[in-house]
């Protein structure tokens, strides 16, 4: 048998296994945002404004970081790969620069105003350990369930 697929064109999953588990960054970032959105009211009611608007913006934050972190990563994979890369070496490094950055300006902006607004902020940020600590659960009882 001979396989033949162009650098470009990716394999169509065959199995339900494999959809399931090509599904998973889509199930992350939904978790990003459900647990965001519960976490600003969980917040808001706990902690007041402050502290739920550091959480929104560090949720933020989290989100828009896993986004950029996809991207990099397909990006540095096709360019690995296949050479075949849309986007240029410096420009991919100049973002993984830039998203690190962007996480320390929200802290230091953050920090500035208040101290609840902080601990909000970097409670927000961590949305993305927390999605990822979900989906595993989530892969975990497909795999005991489904046997995967």
Same mark, same amino acid.
């Given at each position: 048998m001979v396989w033949s697929m162009s650098a470009t064109e990716s394999p169509s999953p065959d199995t339900p296994a494999e959809q399931f588990y090509d599904a998973?960054?889509? *199930?992350i970032r939904r978790f @990003? #945002? @459900? #647990?965001?959105? +519960?976490g600003v009211v969980g917040c808001l009611l706990r902690f007041g404004w402050v502290a739920a608007t550091g959480f929104l913006v560090g949720a933020t934050i989290s989100y828009v970081n896993h986004v950029w972190l996809e991207r990099t990563v397909a990006a540095l994979?096709? *360019? @690995?790969?296949?050479?075949?890369s849309r986007e240029r070496g410096g @420009?991919? +490094? +100049? *973002?993984v620069v830039l998203r690190y950055a962007f996480i320390a300006l929200g802290a230091y902006v953050i920090f500035r105003v208040s101290l609840a607004g902080?601990?909000?902020f970097l409670g927000g940020v961590c949305l993305t350990i927390a999605a990822i600590a979900c989906e595993a659960a989530v892969e975990m009882y497909a795999g005991l369930r489904r046997g995967f």
């Open positions: 998973a960054l889509g *199930r @990003i #945002l @459900i #647990l965001g959105g +519960v994979g096709q *360019r @690995i790969t296949s050479g075949e @420009i991919i +490094v +100049v *973002r902080l601990y909000g």
